[in-house]
């Protein structure tokens, strides 16, 4: 029955929602968002589940007193601390989101700036990621290499800057050649929007298409009761 | 009849139905007053009833004068005579083009089965107009959305085709190519128990009602099964509570089947945050203290996938990644030792289960990929073709085949 239950559950949920999609008649249209709600309300209770296993691992590792367990401290300390403002702004301004709040102040001043930090340390890792990819091992590489240099060339101001100096520079040796039109001309630009708009978007919309097939066969997988292994025994 | 108003006006003329205050209006301009409204009052369609759908053609005051034309008033009444009551204000929210060519709308919002009569006040500083009372229109509930048959006859001939499919697979072998992501676990799995190293598996920030999710646990159930009969820890922080659920039950059902109950701990299975770079460094924190010697990215990604995957790679963890996240993807190419593109994701499920029901899906996902590159190219020849052919004068025979398929594709 554990196994039946949630199956058949499924199984119906599945069905119904698909008919509801093409059936605007009540109760039918509706019944999307209907059900949709309830898993908001479900899924808002498994908030507490999910506290409970955070604050139940990090009593363990102090407990066990592991290895770099003042993290774990500091973790509890800032949870507890930031849920006793949170009801305190609660109290006293109504509601923990007004910026003047403590829970404000924190937000803003502590939290913010922390994810602002993370995601500062993307630009590092795309260096690092990026050196690894474009080292010239193979003529794939090199390609991916000399393509990637043009579309960044492109995207930047240095880019359109350096053209335009060589474009005089050329100018000045050559003065057959017009320095100025040669600086104007779409030389980084049209190839970099050609290699977007056709090879880059071709991949991406062959991949499209297997990723929304992939899903569509999954989805009639879960719903006929094939694929099951997200359920338990 | 149109009965066109302008404020500064010369003449009075019989309004149309309606309230008092708009009996007699007073006509300026000749050329105006011959403008005519076309006010339509017809029923949504496709909708589940409860309203009304008005339209007319936008008036001429309206052509770029967006700052001083001021829009459109409806009315509305349950009978000709009137009362007529004013039941909402629209406008068109763009300059509109000379040609007259375009309408402005106005939903309203009724009672099933009850008739109602309309009219339009078009005003401004410039002057005002009434359009024609129309009427009676009653609204409806619909049993058959139109503009979704083309899902629904896509639906039902995936459908078809995947039954059919899996009946083929049950009588003999299908063939299906090597994934190297997925041949790679036992071996990702086998490097982290010889190294004395745990395992960890990040479903990042999917969240349970994405497909993605159903294909990473399927991934992760197969993970959970290795770790257990190689008796390595098996680390999976998460990012949602639903999630960390479905996987501690996954994980619980794969030691139990590799006969390893007593290793399965709950503990490892934990929930972390739900913010996104919070949980990029609360699980940068774990790989650089456990150092795992496999980490397996698997499920939907932001912009933290190469924050997590360049973490893993420098404490020399062998990756392997799989996401539906097309910006992503890049990056774990780069990042990773095997990367599982898409859909692969979505075969995993069968590539690790080869029963004859998953892999006549499979097999059926790809007739239909087949159907989908064949009719591409048709349809890219036709538009082509229909556009060499047209002329001036109008669109070929090809170009309007095209067009009415591209638009029925388009309808949903």
């Known amino acids: 029955m554990k196994r039946e239950v949630p199956l058949i559950i499924t199984i119906v949920t599945g069905v119904v929602i698909v008919v509801t999609f093409v059936i605007p008649h009540s109760p039918f249209g509706t019944l999307q968002d209907r059900l949709m709600n309830w898993f908001i309300i479900v899924s808002g209770f498994t908030t507490l589940l999910g506290l409970d296993s955070l604050i139940q691992y990090h009593l363990r590792k102090i407990r066990d007193r592991r290895k770099e367990s003042g993290y774990s401290v500091v973790l509890l300390l800032s949870f507890f601390i930031t849920f006793a403002l949170g009801i305190y702004s609660w109290i006293r301004f109504k509601s923990p989101l007004v910026p003047i709040s403590p829970t404000g102040w924190i937000y803003s001043y502590m939290l913010l700036p922390l994810q602002g930090t993370m995601f500062a340390l993307l630009a590092f890792f795309i260096t690092s990621a990026a050196y690894r990819a474009f080292r010239i091992k193979s003529l794939e590489s090199t390609l991916l290499l000399l393509t990637a240099c043009l579309v960044m060339l492109a995207r930047v101001p240095a ?31 049209e190839p970099t929007n050609w290699i977007l708009s056709v090879p880059q978007m071709a991949a991406k919309r062959g991949i499209t298409f297997g990723i929304s097939l992939g899903y569509i066969a999954m989805s009639i997988r879960i719903i006929l009761g094939i694929e099951r292994t997200y359920l338990s025994s | 009849m149109t009965v066109l108003v302008l404020a500064a006006g010369a003449g009075v003329i019989p309004a149309a139905p309606g309230p008092d205050t708009l009996r007699e209006i007073p006509v300026v301009s000749s050329d105006a007053s011959a403008f005519k409204f076309n006010l339509k009052a017809d029923d949504v369609s496709n909708d589940g009833g409860g309203y009304l759908g008005l339209e007319w053609a936008v008036f001429p005051l309206d052509f770029g004068n967006l700052e001083t034309f001021s829009g459109y008033r409806a009315f509305r009444a349950d009978k000709r005579a009137g009362p007529y009551d004013s039941i909402g204000y629209t406008r068109p929210s763009g300059p509109q083009d000379s040609a007259l060519s375009l ?209 893993g790679h420098s404490v020399g963890a062998i990756q392997i990644a799989g996401t539906t996240s097309i910006e992503q993807l890049p990056f774990f190419v780069v990042a990773c030792d095997y990367t599982l593109i898409g859909e692969e994701m979505f075969a995993a499920s069968s590539y690790l289960n080869p029963e004859p029901q998953m892999m006549g899906s499979l097999k059926g996902e790809d007739f239909l990929k087949a159907v989908i590159m064949i009719l591409l190219i048709v349809l890219a020849l036709l538009g082509t073709v229909g556009v060499i052919l047209s002329t001036a004068k109008g669109q070929s025979a090809p170009a309007q085949v095209f067009d009415k398929i591209v638009n029925w594709f388009q309808e949903v």
């Not at chain 2, 697979?169 to 799995?189: H, S, T």
């Not at chain 2, 699980?283 to 190469?306: C, H, S, T």
Request: proline share 4%; with cysteine; hydrophobic share 45%.
């Open chain 1, 159 to 189: 880019g359109n800057w350096l053209w335009a100096q060589f474009a005089h520079l050329v100018g000045a040796v050559f003065h057959s050649v017009d320095g100025n039109a040669l600086a104007q001309a779409p030389v980084l630009s």
């Open chain 2, 103 to 311: 309408t402005a709308t106005y939903t309203d919002s009724t009672q099933d089965g009850k008739l109602f009569f309309y009219y339009v006040k078009a005003f401004g500083p410039g002057g005002e107009a009434l359009s024609d009372t129309v009427g009676p229109a009653k609204s409806s509930a619909q049993w058959f959305h139109t503009g979704r048959l083309n899902f629904l006859l896509v639906a039902v001939l995936f459908g078809v085709l995947l039954i059919f499919y899996i009946e083929r697979a049950k009588k003999g072998r299908m063939f299906v190519r090597r994934i190297a992501g997925l041949d790679a676990i036992e071996d990702a799995v086998g490097r982290a128990t010889e190294m004395g190293r745990p395992i960890l598996f990040s479903f990042g920030l999917s969240v349970l009602n994405d497909v993605t999710t159903m294909a990473a646990l399927s991934i992760f159930g197969r993970v959970a099964r290795k770790s257990a009969e190689y008796a390595t820890p098996l680390l999976c922080p998460n990012s949602d509570p639903l999630v960390m659920t479905a996987a501690r039950e996954t994980a619980k059902q794969a030691y139990t089947e590799a006969g390893r109950p007593d290793l399965y701990n709950e503990s490892n299975i934990s929930f972390l945050t739900a913010d996104q770079f919070g949980y990029a460094a609360g699980v940068d924190g774990m790989v650089m203290r456990d150092k795992p010697g496999a980490v397996f990215w698997q499920g939907y990604f932001y912009a933290e996938a190469l924050i997590l995957a360049e973490t």
